[in-house]
């Protein structure tokens, strides 16, 4: 069946250091591919997608390529600051009607 | 504009008795969607709308779960007979489904269970 998998947290890092956190998939036909974040206190929200293969998906400084050859999506951010603690979770999409299989997800703590 | 909205927010209930869950998905959004999130199971589907009808609930975890929607808005997450198991954030999220699968879901609060 559909899965995705994506590293394990909690992450820690300093401001300004680079950010990955690895997400792979196994999904047959072709899915579309999420990162979603839920900040402290909020609900989820989109952070950025791609739905065919090479596509690049970006947003406040984050990016993530949908690499088919080794189903993956890894999240990038050249430089995290505090405002990005949160908890990451990679997605896909790959039936008609549209629902999503979520990673366990990857808590990201941005120290000053 | 408003988004998703759920409620209640927070529900403790005592095992053994029915709970209902209640989401409002923004307006025009024609397809409805029902997750789980818990500590041990992570983020998990339950049952996705298009329109009043329930194409998917695969994910439903027994019988005791039950969903409705009517007038292609408005939908109740019915959890029949609770058992501590049931604890978890139930969360809700629209879309536009448009082209299989690819566009955003947006997500509401959710409901935070407790069943005693």
């Known amino acids: 069946g559909n899965s995705v998998t994506q590293m394990e947290g909690p992450v820690t890092l300093s401001e300004e250091a680079f950010l990955t956190i690895n997400c792979t998939y196994t999904a047959t036909g072709y899915p579309s591919l999420f990162w979603y974040v839920q900040y402290p206190g909020e609900g989820l929200q989109l952070l950025l997608k791609?739905?065919?293969?090479?596509d690049k998906g970006s947003n406040k400084g984050f990016e993530a390529t949908y690499r088919k050859e080794t189903t993956s999506f890894h999240l990038e951010k050249g430089s995290v600051q505090v405002s990005d603690s949160a908890v990451y979770f990679c997605?896909?999409?790959?039936?008609?009607?549209?629902?999503?299989?979520f990673g366990q997800g990857t808590e990201l703590s941005v120290k000053p | 504009g408003a988004g998703v909205s759920q409620s209640p927010s927070n529900k403790v209930t005592e095992k053994g008795k029915d709970v209902e869950l209640r989401c409002d998905p923004i307006?025009?959004?024609?397809?409805l969607y029902w997750y789980r999130q818990s500590l041990g199971q992570g983020l998990e589907f339950l049952i996705y709308f298009q329109g009043n009808s329930a194409p998917d609930k695969s994910g439903l975890p027994s019988d005791r779960f039950s969903a409705e929607r009517t007038g292609g808005s408005v939908s109740t997450l019915t959890i029949q007979r609770t058992q501590q198991e049931d604890s978890a954030v139930y969360l809700c999220a629209s879309s536009l489904l448009l082209t299989g699968g690819q566009e955003t879901q947006y997500f509401g609060p959710g409901t935070r269970l407790l069943v005693l």
């Open positions: 791609a739905t065919k293969a090479d």
């Open positions: 307006s025009g959004h024609t397809a």
């Open positions: 997605a896909l999409s790959a039936s008609q009607g549209g629902k999503l299989i």
